[in-house]
């Protein structure tokens, strides 16, 4: 059931304001707060003392207000303490320089003395609010990110790793080629993480140490939640994600927790307000993608952000507002606005909360009781509904890394590609699943698959039978290039799947920054950016060419039937004019529904059960917008008629019911 909630931090907080605190929260309509994630140096003073009675007093006032308690587990920030006796903890550099405390994520996630005390404060905390009615769930320590550390038990963990992967060390110099320039090894000892930290080194090497590194985080967080299902099974247990593009697989890290949880600041600078909601749309359509189901968002956009960067401009009147539903209409489950207040100490001073520093609670603060408000009248409408889409996106946390480690052409980049899909999607009213790869297909209709740079038949086989069944496949260009061990394949691109598509690459060429253009058989004429394919088709039809240069009159795009399906292959990185007019084609030919028309910044989004679908929309810009929405329907939100061509203020939202 959706709810709303604050992000409190009572350890900065004056005893004497926490019960007004907590009583204008109740009166605001706050259900849920989360506390305790950064509290280590208050929880544990000293190794071994610990004191919990200033939690106690605070999860007992908001139970007492009715407000449920998510607890942070505190181990993003271990204390100076810690660090100072421990000093493993700190992770190392490439060139063995420590990151030293007083920011926070300063910590290995392989050091043995880091997991040896977080589990026993995790231990503590667990057992301690077992059976606390007010602790509803669980977040494991804090936006957990990759830490690229080269500490000897990272070393060693990375050897054993590679052991379990390789089996032998002839394996290893075969699978990663280290034969060029003599890297190969002739002992396990020689073998460590990559120190230098060179771009120069082995994409293998580098892609195997991300993976690696992403296991390390998973591993600790695991040691976490094997605590807390044990000490405290009937609680939930999530973890809240910084917002991609991530070093870190959110796929691997949430395997076992409840669900996701994401964190959403979108940008408030008036030039950014209208495109940042689109990569927002992705953002947590990538969230609710991460587990296949609703989510949480931990941290909501409150007031101006800054600290260590210059401030962001105040939200706009309405922004606030908009962007939590815009978060609840794409899956999320509860809304927690970071922060109640804004810290008067710390780093942070400048990432506003709801409540300035003068303690004077104002617009933003009146914006946030309003959103409170429809957020607990619409609960019982929204309880059980969820996104359903017949479009997907498929995301691959592997082809970001591999193609992070060796970028293809100037200007070029996966997760900006990523966005661009997904903004023609939603500027054409259609919604769309952001999922992992590997993920089963069934349903969909469509599946836009980015650069599968890194292929294997397996995933090639899975795809061509989607497309074989009845569906359609769009393939991107730098599809089928590499091995999943990073190395090159020996044949024609797109490799594995040069036979579904139709085509394959008679050559290439990494056009940057370079304008080119193209034709569609149309006649339309489009930007080609980045990339230029120059295609073969074998039973494919081209539907695109380049308009210039010496592959003028080549095919840049062409479509082939296969089995009972389609597959498209795109060679270029045409600007996003041309995947509205494709996927806008396409989708129609599908028959799949969207709501066709929708003005520039306007936004759409469909929650759904059973027997009820709420259709939300927004108007991101700071005009008014018509948006034709077919006919008359009830609106939820105000209660009365909405007409069918409706008027949006700015930040204005609608949700009817459809
Ligand atoms: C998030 C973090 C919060 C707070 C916020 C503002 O990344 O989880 O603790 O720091 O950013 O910077
Ligand atoms: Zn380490």
């Not at 259900?31 to 000293?46: C, G, N, Q």
């Not at 038949?457 to 795809?463: E, G, I, K, V």
Request: hydrophobic share 35%; net charge negative; charged share 20%.
């Amino acid at each position: 059931m959706p709810r709303i909630g604050v992000d409190y931090y009572p350890e900065q907080w004056d005893r004497s304001l926490w019960e007004p605190d907590a009583m204008l929260m109740r009166e605001a309509g706050v259900t849920v707060v989360r506390l305790a994630e950064f509290s280590w140096s208050r929880l544990e003073p000293e190794e071994g003392r610990f004191e919990f009675g200033w939690l106690d007093e605070a999860v007992e006032l908001f139970g007492r207000h009715g407000i449920g308690v998510v607890l942070g587990t505190p181990t993003a920030a271990p204390p100076n303490w810690l660090a100072r006796r421990y000093p493993d903890v700190l992770p190392l550099d490439s060139q063995l320089h420590p990151q030293y405390p007083g920011v926070r994520g300063h910590r290995c996630y392989n050091s043995p003395s880091l997991n040896r005390y977080a589990a026993v404060i995790v231990d503590k905390l667990a057992s301690r609010y077992a059976h606390n009615p007010s602790v509803i769930g669980w977040q494991t320590d804090n936006e957990f990110s990759l830490i690229a550390c080269h500490c000897p038990s990272c070393n060693d963990k990375f050897r054993a790793w590679l052991q379990r992967k390789y089996e032998s060390l002839e394996t290893l110099n075969r699978e990663w080629g280290t034969v060029v320039w003599s890297g190969e090894f002739g002992q396990w000892s020689e073998v460590t993480t990559p120190l230098g930290g060179s771009k120069h080194l082995n994409p293998s090497y580098l892609l195997d140490y991300n993976r690696f590194q992403t296991d390390s985080a998973v591993a600790f967080q695991q040691m976490q939640v094997d605590i807390l299902r044990e000490k405290c099974p009937d609680r939930w247990v999530t973890h809240n994600l910084w917002s991609y593009p991530s070093y870190l697989d959110y796929y691997k890290l949430c395997e076992t927790l409840d669900f996701a949880s994401f964190d959403y600041y979108p940008h408030t600078s008036p030039d950014k307000t209208e495109t940042s909601p689109y990569s927002g749309a992705l953002s947590l359509d990538l969230a609710r993608g991460v587990k296949r189901k609703n989510f949480w968002i931990m941290e909501q956009l409150s007031g101006s952000p800054g600290c260590w960067f210059p401030m962001w401009r105040m939200p706009y009147p309405g922004y606030i507002r908009a962007a939590s539903w815009q978060s609840i209409s794409r899956g999320a489950d509860a809304v927690v606005h970071f922060r109640w207040r804004s810290a008067l100490t710390g780093a942070e001073q400048f990432w506003h909360g709801l409540i300035d520093h003068s303690n004077v609670p104002g617009r933003r603060f009146r914006e946030f009781r309003q959103l409170a408000d429809e957020v607990n009248r619409l609960a019982p409408l929204l309880e059980g509904t969820t996104v359903r889409n017949e479009t997907a996106i498929l995301f691959s946390h592997e082809q970001h890394i591999a193609l992070d480690i060796q970028p293809q052409a100037s200007g070029m980049n996966y997760f900006e590609n990523v966005k661009t899909y997904h903004k023609a999607l939603t500027k054409l009213g259609i919604g769309v699943d952001v999922i992992n790869w590997t993920e089963p297909l069934d349903g969909y209709k469509l599946v836009i698959t980015p650069s599968l740079y890194l292929l294997d038949w397996d995933t090639a086989s899975r795809l061509a039978q989607f497309a074989a069944d009845g569906g359609t496949l769009v393939l991107m260009n730098r599809t089928g290039v590499k091995n999943l061990n990073n190395v090159c394949r020996m044949e024609p691109l797109p490799g594995p799947l040069a036979e579904c598509a139709g085509v394959t690459v008679e050559e290439y060429d990494p056009i940057g920054g370079d304008m080119h253009r193209m034709t569609c058989a149309g006649g339309s004429s489009y930007e080609a950016l980045q990339w230029a394919d120059i295609l073969s088709p074998v039973t494919a039809e081209p539907i695109a060419w380049y308009a210039d240069d010496y592959f003028a009159g080549k095919p840049a795009v062409t479509l082939n039937r296969y089995g009972r399906g389609t597959v498209c292959y795109i060679g270029t990185n045409p600007e996003e004019a041309y995947f509205i007019h494709l996927f806008g084609s396409l989708a129609d030919e599908l028959g799949i529904g969207r709501l066709a028309g929708l003005p520039e910044g306007v936004q759409v989004s469909c929650r759904s059960k059973e027997g009820a679908a709420y259709l939300f929309i927004f108007n991101f810009t700071r005009e008014d917008k018509e948006v034709n929405i077919g006919r008359e329907y009830d609106s939820i939100l105000t209660g009365g008629k909405a007409g069918s061509v409706l008027r949006v203020a700015p930040y204005g939202v609608e949700i009817v019911k459809v």
